[in-house]
């Protein structure tokens, strides 16, 4: 087949529109292609007037009576001078010269079969050929009269054939003609607009004549209805004009081919002109139609064509159609998804054409996923459109190294390293180490930040960490402060294991992963000697780490570096001690003094938490700070505690605490002490009056009131006082309530329990001379005491009861002062 371009007319395919300007968005349903080869050498002596398709071979027919039968490339392999019936693959053949011209033929679909070996011939007279059971070939006229038969189409049962009067249909089975369509506008010459026919199915007809389009349905009459009608009948179910005139009909799926021819006006001349016929896709509506697509075809010698010049077949199952016409043969065919592909790439629609080769890459042929991608790529790049490109990198290249450091190479010369930085594989697969270090150097140059981030996010073993290190020492001789830079270095030191450099730079920069590094890399050796730094920097975390590892650091190593930093020394000792009361007990004497100095909140509870300070030295040093609260705790705990109450009473001056004191130490004295401190202090004298009433009696303190003194709220207080003394009675006559409850029920129960039988047999022994309780010779008289405690005596084994005690007690029990227990069973026998 020939190229889409020919030398003498151009494009094959074009737009509809001449006018159109701008190249249509719209991708086209068909492609074209001429037949060319055997074809163009008929056409070019004589002049194609009709053609039809079966399987792979075509048969042409030309205004001088030859008919050709060709391959699908245009390849003749016969000619026929006569009406010949000739079979394809096999010997069998039919010739015969007719006395009339015969316009059109028809072959029953299944003329391979002995029992269909039927065809019609068309001219003035439809005939019907038919061989006999004498193997002879018969002929019958089944329509005359109405002019020249021009177009036939054999389905089925069912032979469609068009005269000058109309549209008819005979059934092969029934021998009766079913329906008459009459055609729609006489005006129009039969033979210069011929009908056209095509069947979509065995029951669907479609008419094209002239504008109109009919499509009608053979349906079975109900027996009812039948009569001495067809057994069959035709339904036009859909019927609508086209803009053009038709010159030929195909289906396609639920779709219809049209070939149009067209006329149009010159707007210079203003007369009319044959113009390039137009191959369209519609869908069929009931009344009208819907158009898919439209190409205009640019055949050879269009501009002298009548409609009547143009003829459309189709191969069935294979969506391909032939145009023909005197001087040319056109082949459309289904564009398929390289087509599809050609199309978007055509229109730089690259990401749709990517897309659409991978969903269809097993059916593709032409085109490759990879070479789809790279163009891809390119035309990114041509657009400036860089970060996009280097983001699609990733899924185009996937695995290739190769294409990967290639397209790097490109990303370099048009100086746009960093955008594809982000985007280079880091595992499968690892670049060459060049490659790695040539984005870095290009992101040192210009943008310390950015490489901060790869150092990051890269794996140390994607580049020579040598290398790097030394560019940015280099950089550093220029900048030496620069933060970004010192930090890098301590990663790039860390990914090379050379970890005291890196600890250095971060205590030097105060960094946050400098705890981090020193857990992950165990480099407690390392900070012995940088403690304070470490504490300076954050005090919490640097505690913790040191207080979790005690058995690389000691205790006593880490208060030696603290030495000179006493404030350090106490958040450390602070945290030991509240961690552990006593692993740092060798140090509590110093920590009173940081307490004082530091924390004088906490120095009160460490007093009374740690059992390991001195408290002669603490009470010292409180004293000397005036410490009141510390100092009367101290005194308290050291056994003075009327000095302490004194201390509450003169520096405080808190009758509160003061009775607070007195109560927590219980001691009579006190309380006295505290009546007289207060006798002469009104406000002292209510204090004492609302608390003292649970402590101490009331009227001790009222006695010892002078006369006449004005005491604030005493009302107030001597009701107080009354209520406190009523709910005492209450709760003592409620407790008394209750005891009494309790003694008599367990009272009950233990004389229920003493009623109770007690279980004497042979086991058991007299706890006096150790023998069996009960006789071995059962008919002997025995007499047996058992006491409530369960120990049991032979009554000859129990000393005889005196005048003076005349009740006899279990000797065991007596013996252990758990109380005298009376016998509660006496057996003879």
């Not at 009344?287 to 205009?296: F, G, L, P």
């Not at 860089?386 to 990733?394: E, F, H, S, W």
Request: charged content about 30%.
């Amino acid at each position: 087949m020939a190229e889409a371009e020919d030398q003498e007319t151009g494009s094959l395919e074009e737009s509809t529109d001449e006018s159109e300007e701008e190249e249509s968005e719209e991708e086209p349903k068909l492609k074209y292609e001429r037949l060319s080869n055997g074809v163009t050498e008929i056409l070019q002596k004589d002049a194609a007037s009709c053609m039809t398709v079966h399987d792979k071979f075509l048969a042409l027919g030309t205004h001088y009576g030859k008919v050709y039968l060709l391959d699908v490339q245009g390849n003749i392999t016969q000619k026929f001078d006569v009406v010949q019936v000739f079979g394809l693959y096999s010997g069998e053949e039919f010739h015969e010269t007719f006395d009339c011209p015969i316009k059109i033929i028809a072959v029953h679909p299944h003329f391979v079969r002995s029992s269909c070996k039927q065809f019609v011939t068309g001219g003035k007279k439809l005939l019907l050929f038919e061989r006999s059971w004498m193997n002879r070939w018969k002929s019958l006229v089944l329509h005359e009269g109405e002019g020249n038969i021009r177009s036939v189409k054999w389905r089925g049962h069912l032979i469609a054939w068009a005269n000058n009067m109309g549209v008819k249909i005979f059934d092969i089975t029934s021998k009766q003609r079913i329906t008459n369509v009459p055609r729609d506008d006489i005006s129009l010459r039969p033979d210069m607009y011929p009908c056209s026919l095509c069947w979509k199915d065995n029951v669907t007809l479609i008419i094209g004549w002239g504008t109109s389009v009919k499509i009608c349905s053979v349906k079975e009459r109900h027996a009812s209805e039948m009569r001495d009608l067809p057994s069959r009948y035709v339904e036009i179910v859909s019927q609508f004009e086209t803009e053009f005139h038709i010159s030929g009909l195909a289906p396609l799926c639920d779709q219809l081919v049209v070939l149009s021819y067209v006329k149009e006006v010159s707007e210079k001349t203003e007369r009319e002109y044959c113009a390039r016929p137009r191959l369209d896709i519609i869908q069929p509506l009931s009344e009208t139609c819907e158009e898919i697509s439209s190409d205009a075809l640019t055949v050879r010698g269009f501009q002298e064509n009548e409609c009547r010049d143009y003829h459309l077949e189709y191969s069935e199952g294979e969506s391909l159609f032939y145009i023909v016409s005197p001087r040319d043969v056109v082949v459309a065919k289904e564009r398929d998804q390289d087509d599809h592909i050609d199309w978007l790439l055509e229109k730089k629609k690259y990401e749709e054409a990517l897309m659409a080769a991978e969903i269809s890459q097993r059916n593709i042929k032409r085109h490759k996923i990879l070479d789809i991608g790279l163009a891809y790529i390119n035309h990114l790049v041509e657009r400036g459109e860089y970060d996009i490109a280097a983001r699609k990198c990733q899924k185009i290249l996937g695995k290739n190294a190769a294409l990967w450091e290639y397209e790097v190479y490109k990303f370099k010369e048009i100086g746009q390293l960093k955008a594809v930085s982000p985007y280079l594989p880091r595992g499968d697969p690892v670049l060459k180490p060049l490659i790695y270090e040539m984005v870095l150097h290009e992101f040192l140059e210009s943008d310390y930040e950015g490489f901060a981030t790869l150092i990051r996010e890269w794996p140390g073993d994607l580049y020579n960490n040598s290398v790097i290190v030394q560019a940015v020492r280099d950089h550093l001789k220029k900048d030496s402060q620069n933060k970004t830079l010192l930090k890098t270095l301590a990663e790039l030191y860390t990914y090379d294991k050379n970890y005291g450099n890196a600890l250095e730079i971060y205590l030097t920069l105060r960094h946050k992963d400098v705890f981090q590094l020193i857990h992950k890399h165990n480099l407690f050796s390392s900070i012995k000697d940088k403690i304070v730094l470490l504490m300076d920097f954050d005090s919490e975390k640097a505690v913790d780490m040191l207080l979790d590892n005690e058995d690389k650091i000691s205790i006593k190593k880490v208060v030696e570096e603290l030495e000179d930093r006493p404030e350090l020394q106490h958040v450390y000792l602070h945290k030991l001690f509240k961690r552990d009361h006593h692993k740092g007990q060798r140090y509590h004497e110093k920590q009173i003094s940081l307490y004082a100095e530091y924390d004088r909140p906490n120095l009160l509870p460490f007093l009374r938490d740690s059992t390991h300070c001195p408290l002669e030295k603490a009470l010292e040093i409180c004293q000397q700070r005036n410490f009141v609260e510390e100092t009367v705790y101290l005194l308290s705990r050291m056994g003075n505690s009327r000095s302490a109450l004194k201390m509450i009473m003169e520096e405080l001056h808190d009758v509160d605490k003061a009775i607070e004191f007195a109560k927590e130490q219980d001691d009579g004295e006190l309380w006295e002490d505290l009546i007289l401190y207060s006798i002469d202090k009104p406000p002292f004298i209510t204090g004492l009056l609302n608390n003292i009433g649970t402590h101490v009696d009331p009227i001790l303190l009222i006695h010892r009131i002078k006369e006449g003194m004005e005491i604030p709220n005493l009302r107030d207080s001597l009701v107080k006082i009354l209520q406190d003394y009523n709910l005492q009675i209450l709760l003592r006559e409620g407790c008394k309530k209750i005891l009494v409850a309790d003694s008599l029920s367990l009272l009950k129960k233990m004389h229920r329990t003493q009623m109770k039988g007690v279980l004497v047999d042979e086991e058991n022994i007299c706890e006096s001379c150790l023998s069996p309780i009960l006789p071995t010779d059962a008919a002997k008289p025995f007499s047996m005491v058992v006491f409530h405690c369960r120990h049991m005596f032979h009554k000859e084994c129990l000393p005889v009861p005196s005048m003076n005690s005349p009740a006899q007690y279990c000797n065991i029990c007596s013996a252990k002062n758990r109380g005298p227990g009376s016998a509660i069973l006496e057996m003879k026998k």
